[in-house]
């Protein structure tokens, strides 16, 4: 009986072994595989306006005709650009070619205008495009001043405190 046992076993090794075997050698391995390497960046839209000290100190009865009020700083890493838009609170309520300093109890105005970047602006109904970009800003963004001129020497402005508020947006394209 141990004999029988032991042949069945020889046997049964011997088969698993050809199978082994011969599976072996119908197998071939890869030869090259690929890793996707994938990753995102975000959309980085961003503007900051940093007044100089004459955009508070301003005499709107004096002539003007440039005055440092600002620095924007422009960012954007979209591929096809931005725009930049600015307008006038004043100038948008009385549908302006022009920012509109506006008293604040006497109902006078005075018209004024601006240069961004060293570029005049050219308001319609008080706002404008200044900035119109087919490309993303440097890694360090975009640096444009902004200068005020007017006219209040020859306006005989009432007594009054003058303002506006001038509003900067960016966006992609």
Same mark, same amino acid.
């Given at each position: 009986?141990?004999?029988?046992?032991?042949? +069945?076993?020889?046997?049964?090794? $011997?088969?698993?072994?050809?199978?082994?075997?011969?599976?072996?050698? #119908?197998?071939?391995?890869?030869?090259?595989? #690929?890793?996707?390497?994938?990753?995102?960046? =975000?959309?980085?839209?961003?503007? /900051?306006?940093?007044?100089?000290?004459? $955009?508070?100190?301003?005499?709107?009865?004096?002539?003007?005709?440039?005055?440092?009020?600002?620095?924007? *700083?422009?960012?954007? #890493?979209?591929?096809?650009?931005?725009?930049?838009?600015?307008?006038?609170?004043?100038?948008?309520?009385?549908?302006? #070619?022009? +920012?509109?300093?506006?008293? $604040?109890?006497?109902?006078?105005?005075?018209? *004024?205008?601006?240069? *961004?970047?060293?570029?005049?602006?050219?308001?319609?109904? +008080?706002?404008?495009?200044?900035?119109?970009?087919?490309?993303?800003?440097?890694?360090?963004?975009?640096?444009?001043?902004?200068?005020?001129?007017? =006219?209040? /020497?020859?306006?005989?402005?009432?007594? =009054?405190? *003058?303002?506006?508020?001038?509003?900067?947006?960016?966006?992609?394209?």
């Amino acid at each position: 009986m141990k004999h029988t046992k032991l042949m +069945g076993l020889r046997s049964l090794f $011997a088969f698993v072994a050809a199978i082994g075997f011969a599976g072996i050698s #119908n197998v071939s391995g890869a030869t090259s595989g #690929n890793l996707v390497l994938d990753g995102e960046v =975000d959309l980085i839209l961003s503007i /900051a306006v940093t007044p100089e000290p004459g $955009a508070s100190s301003m005499s709107p009865s004096t002539l003007v005709s440039s005055l440092a009020i600002a620095n924007v *700083y422009e960012i954007c #890493n979209d591929a096809d650009g931005y725009p930049v838009s600015v307008s006038s609170s004043n100038g948008v309520g009385d549908a302006a #070619n022009s +920012g509109v300093l506006t008293g $604040a109890t006497a109902a006078e105005d005075l018209s *004024y205008s601006l240069t *961004y970047g060293g570029t005049s602006v050219g308001f319609v109904n +008080g706002s404008a495009q200044v900035t119109d970009s087919s490309s993303k800003t440097p890694d360090f963004g975009e640096l444009k001043s902004i200068d005020i001129a007017f =006219d209040g /020497a020859s306006s005989n402005l009432a007594a =009054d405190s *003058y303002s506006d508020t001038l509003t900067f947006t960016i966006a992609a394209k």
